[in-house]
């Protein structure tokens, strides 16, 4: 069983930066993705940034939206996901979501909301 549980959201103005944060805990190796998604209502959960482990190495994938402003990290002795978010815009409004791909299952958090507003 893996648990996941992020923190960070809020409120902010466009422009300005968040820093959400995602803490695992469980049985996690033969971990394959670590990420970031988020989801507005009526539409899919979507992509952001995440981490592809596998083949021997790790590759970070970043949705063409977020390039250049979001930058996901990694803390693995202390199980812990990032994701740094810069010049926040309007759209990046969501609820934020950690996944965590483990052993071929999907592992969500409870997600996190972000609002980017005057």
């Known amino acids: 069983q893996v648990q996941l549980v992020e923190s960070g959201g809020g409120l902010v103005q466009p422009g300005g930066s968040l820093r959400l944060s995602c803490r695992a805990s469980?049985?996690?190796?033969?971990?394959?993705?670590m990420g970031w998604y988020r989801q507005t209502p009526g539409k899919e959960r979507e992509l952001a940034a995440s981490?592809?482990?596998?083949?021997?190495?790790?590759?970070?994938v970043y949705a063409d939206s977020v390039k250049g402003r979001f930058t996901i990290s990694r803390d693995n002795d202390k199980n812990m996901l990032y994701l740094q978010m810069n010049s926040l815009l309007p759209g990046d409004t969501a609820v934020y979501y950690c996944k965590r791909r483990v052993r071929g299952q999907d592992y969500w958090g409870q997600g996190t909301q972000v609002t980017v507003s005057k």
């Open positions: 981490f592809i482990i596998g083949g021997g190495a790790t590759r970070i």
């Open positions: 469980g049985i996690l190796f033969s971990t394959t993705e």
